[in-house]
């Protein structure tokens, strides 16, 4: 069965540190992978997407593919305490993405 | 831009009665949309991918005749639940297609249902 891994957390981090978000998939196949954020009661907001192996940078976000491995991760620099939400990893084919359960992350002041 | 809407945003409904959400690109053409079920505390659970001008493809345990979807435009699609029962309150979500080299999808803010 086709499944995306995340640690539910919550993650807690100082704000101003980097925060470290980590996913990992079975399906081999799996070419483009994204991160949402989602805030409590809210829909969820594409961050970034990434289908190449290595690092992809926007900003305070950098994804990070590494295939071989089968995992994804999201860096996220200088944290701020708005930065604190559930971060959803997803990854597929085409338009069929198998999603994972989320990460909590909270920022602490 | 991809921008989704999404309307209503909450509704509150009686037991034995059908309510309709709609969901729209405003920016883009989609020909697929997604609709998804959210618990609270839980992840997104996929109900069924919908594609303008056929019939949509129901995931697995999700009851086609229940939840009725149609996507008649490139822009609108919408979800029916019908004879809603309180098992059937929770937050839906649709998602809209960007078709390219990576087809991200772009959601809506989400309907929150309510059924007495």
């Known amino acids: 069965q086709k499944e995306v891994e995340q640690n539910s957390g919550p993650l807690s981090v100082p704000e101003g540190a980097i925060a470290s978000l980590n996913c990992t998939y079975s399906?081999?196949?799996?070419?483009?992978f994204f991160w949402y954020r989602q805030y409590s009661g809210k829909s969820p907001e594409l961050i970034m997407f990434i289908y190449s192996n290595g690092d992809k940078e926007d900003g305070r976000f950098t994804a990070q593919l590494n295939k071989a491995s089968q995992y994804v991760s999201l860096l996220i620099r200088d944290s701020q305490p708005s930065d604190s939400a559930t971060y959803l990893c997803a990854g597929g084919s085409n338009y069929q993405l198998i999603w994972g359960a989320g990460t909590k992350l909270i920022i602490k002041p | 831009g991809a921008v989704v809407s999404q309307h209503p945003s909450w509704v509150i409904c009686k037991s034995g009665t059908s309510v309709k959400i709609e969901c729209r690109s405003l920016?883009?053409?989609?020909?697929?949309m997604f609709w998804y079920r959210q618990f609270p505390k839980q992840s997104l659970m996929l109900m069924a991918t919908?594609?303008?001008?056929?019939?949509?493809?129901?995931e697995q345990g999700v009851e086609k005749d229940k939840f009725l979807i149609n996507h008649a435009s490139l822009t609108l699609s919408t979800l029916t639940v019908t004879s809603a029962h309180p098992e059937d309150s929770s937050f839906y979500i649709c998602s809209a297609l960007l078709a390219g080299a990576t087809y991200e999808q772009y959601f809506g803010p989400g309907t929150r249902l309510t059924v007495t």
């Open positions: 399906d081999r196949g799996s070419q483009s």
């Open positions: 919908s594609n303008e001008g056929s019939k949509a493809t129901y």
């Open positions: 920016d883009f053409q989609a020909t697929t």
